[in-house]
């Protein structure tokens, strides 16, 4: 009798500690969702995009003198694109680079982020800053 009273006590405790760490459930929190024409924000040419152009772009081959243009060497290239047609800000989704990044580019700045960016910039008027 003393032993099932220890089995009993033993299988109790064990369905209350199963209990108790069954009850966990994950939550989920979504991603906030971004309005990508939403109000822009402030981007910076020379720390925020010119570093993209220059590692994701301007590689052998590609966009460095000689080559494709516009030739986005971190020296030369706010000027490649702003003096080249390749930005229209006064509808910025017409404009060339904004076009080529979401579509046949997108493989070289496959980030979401990197382009809103540069969508940004582009509203924001292209500034050289």
Not at 28 to 44: C, N, Q, R, T, Y
Not at 65 to 82: F, M, V
Not at 95 to 109: A, D, G, T, V
């Amino acid at each position: 009798m003393k032993k099932l009273s220890i089995y009993l006590g033993l299988l109790l405790a064990g369905t209350m500690l199963l209990s108790i760490t069954g009850c966990y459930k994950d939550v989920i929190i979504p991603d906030a969702a971004v309005d990508p024409d939403g109000p822009p924000k402030a981007v910076a040419y020379k720390t925020e995009l010119a570093p993209i152009f220059n590692t994701q772009c301007a590689i052998a081959g590609c966009h460095v003198s000689g080559s494709h243009k516009p030739y986005l060497p971190t020296a030369d290239s706010y000027r490649e694109i702003t003096s080249g047609g390749f930005v229209n800000t006064l509808i910025p989704k017409q404009s060339i680079l904004y076009k080529k990044i979401n579509e046949s580019m997108k493989e070289y700045i496959p980030k979401a982020e990197e382009r809103q960016k540069v969508y940004d910039w582009i509203r924001n008027g292209a500034p050289n800053n």
